[in-house]
């Protein structure tokens, strides 16, 4: 992948993240040297959670560092189509149950689906991109193909981040 698109909002949130991930490295290299002297590591609980937390610190700050510079941060308040892009909110409506779903495009970086935002490589995403509102779309699913009709699309700009 050579470009990950992400919105200004959600990168300076990784950002704060892996600074966040970098002040708490002395505490876990004390925890880690404070069950060391406690003697015998085989059977040291304290050690072993001090060990695990370090292991997912540096790869959860690995990740991030390795993500940063692919990032292609882009401004939610100026994106504006009437095509369905990265930022979109859209809102579409199963043609077979007549269930309708509203969801924001943002980077994968970002995305949360609890929030109604779901990542722009999706398959829903990725069927909905280039589309404009009146179009249907097909998307393959574990239950099978779905098709949606495209109800409406707005460019909200940041105030469609609900974190």
């Known amino acids: 992948m050579n470009s990950i698109p992400i919105s200004i909002q959600g ?31 085989k059977e040291n609980a304290g050690y072993d959670a001090a060990r695990e937390r370090q292991g997912m610190l540096e790869a959860r700050i690995s990740h991030i560092e390795s993500r940063m510079p692919l990032f292609n941060v882009i401004d939610l308040d100026k994106q504006n189509s009437d095509e369905i892009l990265f930022g979109a909110t859209v809102e579409i409506e199963d043609i077979d149950t007549g269930e309708v779903k509203k969801y924001t495009l943002l980077g994968p970086d970002e995305a949360d689906y609890k929030n109604g935002t779901i990542s722009i490589l999706s398959p829903v995403a990725q069927a909905l991109l280039g589309k404009m509102e009146g179009d249907e779309i097909i998307v393959d699913a574990p239950r099978g193909k779905i098709e949606y009709e495209i109800i409406s699309v707005s460019y909200n700009g940041s105030d469609a981040l609900t974190w």
Do not use: M, N, S
């Open 11 to 41: 990168y300076h949130k990784t950002k704060k993240e892996l600074e966040e991930l970098k002040k708490e490295r002395p505490g876990v290299i004390q925890a880690i040297k404070e069950a060391r002297e406690e003697g015998d590591l």
